[in-house]
Every structure is written in structure tokens, then in C-alpha cells.
């Protein structure tokens, strides 16, 4: 595709035995926004890795802004933003010294740098605190100043690694508002995430991806008519008794501090939802824990 921002074909990538992708395609139009969905372990942020050049693959091919990603890595790190999932700000500088400091890098006169500081400071809520120390920031301001270092430069391909992990409701529409616009000017954006609705009202086209392998794809829309045309995902019965049902939820949060009360409402897409269907088979969409129960995000 000429004018595609992303294009990847077959990816694969194997740590020892542990096959992370599996013949990965992945396909991003200049100026769009695709979805990345998955429950963790998917394949998601290795993906992401490859694409940013952080990875090389062990087998396929992928361009990024129009430069083969093995052949001409030096070219496609010029081109391209990447918020990871870890911030990656220095404790030791206040915020606005980090955003400073990386304008620096990319070239920026002390002004220019400033000035654009300046901007995503506001823009994602962290005025009160750009002059403390990040070492006094909670998780999710860091995780905003760290966003923010990904736009600074306002690259023509950004690549943001589950962004709003760990922010607060306001933060996250904050955050969803700066990357709407972003877009509407033109960049090309790829977002990984476990929020379904984050997804939908931000991205074109979304892939789900699972062990590795893509099992859904489609725009909001298409996704939407499979699942019956009301939403997201199908239902399917729970084989366990309402008792046993809540009982194993019980054992399942006392081993887990991300308890499936703290997961329901999110949309979080798991693999352990198979505990509660044995119908479900390999080949099908993964499983999605709702406040309604676990769900799957579409027809096999």
C-alpha cells in the first residue's frame, strides 16, 4: 500500500521456546488511527518493539513511514514517536526540565523547546506540577510526562504502548483529546490497549491479537455487526452454578491483587475467562471480563 504509514506482513519473533509472533500483519493508512487489542502476554508490545525498531524480527517484513524497518532503521527512528509502557522520564529533573531536555535532543533552539514544553504541559494537565521533581509524581503523572515526551517532536508515526494505564478517568479523556487532535493533523497513530471503549472512539481499525496471531480484525463498525450489531462482544453462558461462579472469583482474587472486581468495567480482554466456558475452542476470539461477565468478542 502506497500511501499506508505501517504495513507488516508475516511478523514472527520467538524468545527461546516461547513464541511471542506468529505471522503478524498489521496495516496503518497515513493519518489513521489503529487499535491494538489483546490480553497481556498477546504478542502486543513486542509488535510495537519491532515495528519501532527496538526488535528485529525472526521473520516477515514491515515499512514504516515508507522505510523497511531491518534495512533502513536509522531512517524510521527519525520519523516516529514511542511511548512505551514503563515511563521513561528522569526522576531527578522536574517535569518541565524532562520535556526541555528531550526537545534539546531533537534539535530544538532552548526557546523552541520551551515553547513546546510549554504546550503538552497544559494539554495534559500537568501545569501544578512541572516544576517539581518527577521523583514526587504519582504513577499516572508520570505516565502523562511521558506521553507527552513522545509528542514533543510531533512525529509523522507515533506508537503508544497502552498510554492510559494507570491514569485517572479526567487524565485519560485528557490524554484521548491531545491524540484526537494529533490525528485530525495528520499523524499516523498506533495504540495499544485493554480498553475496549478506547479503541472504539479513537481508531479506525482494530486487530485483536492472541497468542501471537491476529484473530479479529475490522473497523468499530464491522467488529460491532458480527458481535449482532449492539456491541463489542457475544455472550456466552457461564458452564459453573452462580455459586461456584462466585466462589472460584473468591480463590481467583485472593491470588491475584488485580482481582476480577477490579478487572470487570474495563474491558480487559484475559485468557482466564476460559476457566468459566469449556465450550470456548482455539480458533475463537479471545474473552473479555465485563461487569456483565465474561464475553467474547466475537462470533468463531
Known sequence: ????????????????????????????????????????????????RILATLLKPDRGRAR???????????????RIGLSGQYAAVDPFLTGRENLIMIGRLYGFTRRR??????ELIGQLELTGAAGRLVRTYSGGMRRRLDVAASLLAAP???????PTTG?????????????????AQGTSLLLTTQYIEEAERLAGMVVIID??????SGTPGQLKDRAGGT?????????????????????????????????AGSSCLSQ?????????????????????????????
Open 272 to 300: 482466564t475467562g476460559r476457566e468459566f466456558f469449556p465450550m470456548w475452542r482455539p480458533g475463537w476470539p479471545p474473552l473479555v471480563c465485563t461487569s456483565a461477565g465474561w464475553l467474547c468478542a466475537g462470533p468463531p
Open 231 to 263: 456491541g463489542w462482544n457475544r455472550s456466552l453462558r457461564p458452564a459453573r452454578t452462580r455459586g461456584s461462579w462466585q466462589a472460584h472469583s473468591r480463590r481467583l482474587a485472593r491470588g491475584n491483587r488485580r482481582s476480577m472486581s477490579q478487572r
Open 113 to 118: 523547546a520551551r515553547s513546546r514544553a510549554g
Open 156 to 162: 509523522p508515526v507515533l506508537f503508544l504502548d497502552e
Open 64 to 78: 514504516v513511514a515508507g522505510f523497511d524497518i531491518v534495512e533502513r532503521p536509522a531512517e524510521v527512528r527519525r
Open 167 to 183: 491514569l485517572d478517568p479526567y487524565g485519560r479523556l485528557a490524554l484521548w483529546q491531545v491524540l484526537g487532535d494529533l490525528t
Open 211 to 216: 497468542h501471537g496471531r491476529v484473530v479479529a
Open 1 to 48: 500500500m502506497a500511501d499506508a504509514a505501517i504495513v507488516a506482513e508475516g511478523l514472527g519473533k520467538c524468545f527461546g521456546p516461547v513464541v511471542a509472533l506468529d505471522g503478524v500483519d498489521l496495516e496503518l493508512p497515513v493519518g489513521g488511527v489503529l487499535g491494538v487489542l489483546g490480553p497481556n502476554g498477546a504478542g502486543k508490545t513486542t509488535a510495537v
